[in-house]
């Protein structure tokens, strides 16, 4: 029987399979950041052990960094202490740290791929949960726990039991307006924000291929909201076009021979999953949550079904059957490692351009890295966003966690491109409305939950 390509990845890093299901998995790369990595460089000095090979580890500070003024020393507080932290401690165990100033500074999932770091094949892990964005590569990529993050430093391998496989395909083209995030929300919406516990997603169909990196980050990225380990999409010419010439990635005859490996990673004609879900791109539509999880989710034009929690409809202030079509909007949010990339300021610049932010909007647009930042700059981005009003801030995860200054005030509502609407999540009573930078870009300029297909007349 052949193999998926989830299989392929991770058998090919199996050093040892262990009573009770459970793998030694060799990680070729971790990505560490502030929060969750100092505990685990204090297990090491506890017990006298160096890293591994820190040459396979890569950090940066992202989830708790200011997103202005960020040439002027931090403040006193939680903030500076991780950040100093950080970078002591990737000094002290030798690990290559882009703090900030850094040229390479950025969200962690995000300066990973841009740097040639992340390639088809790997075994990923980072003490976050949106580690599953490298799986848009071809990577097998999850989240770990500062114990594993500790067990990796030391070791380079982790223990786990190998998840079961679950495919979903989206047949068919996309429609005009539709976004990749909009894929993956509705994806989420019908198999429920516990759908994919246990498994992990091999996504594919025509809807799937035709969508750049960017997009399959995206969709890649918000895997786990469904409850799954992480999510892969098989490396076709697409990810080889975007992996050629990136710092870190292999270079001349090197990146040929890889080429052919990755070449090799696709799930077989006779493979097996545990389950399968097929959808049609054509029924997708620009998507808007209304809950408190990602999976409350529904198409920008339906109406809230009913059945829903009514305890997160009580958080939310909304009802069954009510469309949110016209509800007044406080804050937009453009960025996250969801939709911080080049492509996602592309099409919001797009689509704001000669129009004028809405008066009742506090708007954030946060560049998930540096490069980003410096793309929007020479693509002249950056001109297009001060004409309609908008403010321009610098790297970081901002508000999608609300650790750092960027917070959603209490019962104000967001639409933000993050990928999480917990309650709390963007701030202590915050209501968010997760969507793609399109419906983002609608509630910018109309103040209030918009279709962006009317506002942009992208049908036309």
């Known amino acids: 029987m052949g193999k998926t390509l989830f299989d392929k990845v991770w058998d090919a890093h199996v050093i040892q399979e262990l009573d009770g299901g459970r793998c030694v998995l060799y990680i070729d ?20 052990l160096r890293i591994f090979r820190p040459q396979q580890i890569t950090a940066t500070p992202d989830h708790n960094v200011p997103t202005e003024n960020q040439h002027l020393p931090l403040e006193a507080g939680e903030s500076k202490d991780q950040v100093d932290a950080l970078i002591a ?4 165990f030798g690990v290559e740290v882009f703090g900030l100033g850094n040229d390479h500074h950025g969200v962690v999932h995000i300066i990973g791929p841009e740097f040639g770091f992340t390639q088809p094949g790997m075994t990923i892990v980072c003490g976050d949960s949106h580690t599953s964005t490298h799986g848009a590569f071809g990577a097998v990529a999850f989240g770990i726990g500062t114990s594993e993050v500790e067990m990796v430093f030391a070791s380079q391998c ?32 019908k198999i429920s924000a516990s759908g994919g516990t246990g498994y992990f997603i091999e996504f594919a169909g025509e809807a799937i291929r035709s969508l750049s990196m960017e997009g399959r980050m995206t969709v890649c990225n918000m895997s786990i909201e469904c409850g799954a380990r992480g999510g892969m999409i098989a490396p076709d010419q697409t990810t080889f076009d975007y992996v050629k010439g990136r710092e870190r990635a292999p270079q001349g005859e090197a990146f040929d021979q890889a080429v052919e490996y990755w070449k090799t990673l696709f799930t077989d004609a006779d493979a097996r999953f545990d389950k399968e879900y097929t959808f049609r791109a054509e029924d997708i539509e620009p998507q808007i949550t209304y809950g408190t999880n990602p999976g409350m989710g529904m198409g920008i034009t339906e109406s809230i079904p009913s059945g829903s929690d009514p305890k997160a409809l009580k958080y939310m202030g909304f009802a069954e059957g009510e469309t949110l079509l016209g509800i007044p909007v406080d804050y937009v949010f453009l960025g996250s ?14 689509a704001v351009k000669g129009r004028q932010k809405a008066e009742n909007i506090v708007a954030w647009l946060v560049p998930g890295s540096k490069r980003v930042e410096k793309e929007i700059y020479e693509e002249g981005l950056d001109k297009i966003f001060e004409q309609a009003g908008f403010q321009l801030r610098q790297p970081g995860c901002s508000a999608c966690l609300a650790i750092n200054a960027d917070k959603v005030p209490t019962g104000k509502y967001a639409v933000s491109t993050s990928n999480r609407n917990f309650e709390g999540r963007q701030g202590p009573g915050a209501r968010t409305l997760l969507a793609g930078p399109l419906v983002a870009a609608a509630a910018a300029v109309t103040g209030k939950v918009s279709d962006p297909r009317d506002v942009f007349e992208i049908n036309n």
């Open 89 to 92: 401690n990737c000094q002290e």
């Open 158 to 189: 982790i223990l786990q039991p190998k998840p079961k496989k679950m495919r979903i395909t989206v047949d068919g083209g996309l429609k005009p307006g539709v976004t990749a995030k909009d894929v993956v929300l509705y994806i989420i919406s």
């Open 29 to 48: 790369r971790q990505y560490i950041h502030e929060v969750t990595s100092p505990v685990a460089f204090s297990g090491l000095r506890e017990r006298g």
């Open 337 to 350: 490692c969801t939709n911080g990339r080049i492509e996602d300021f592309r099409q919001f610049a797009e």
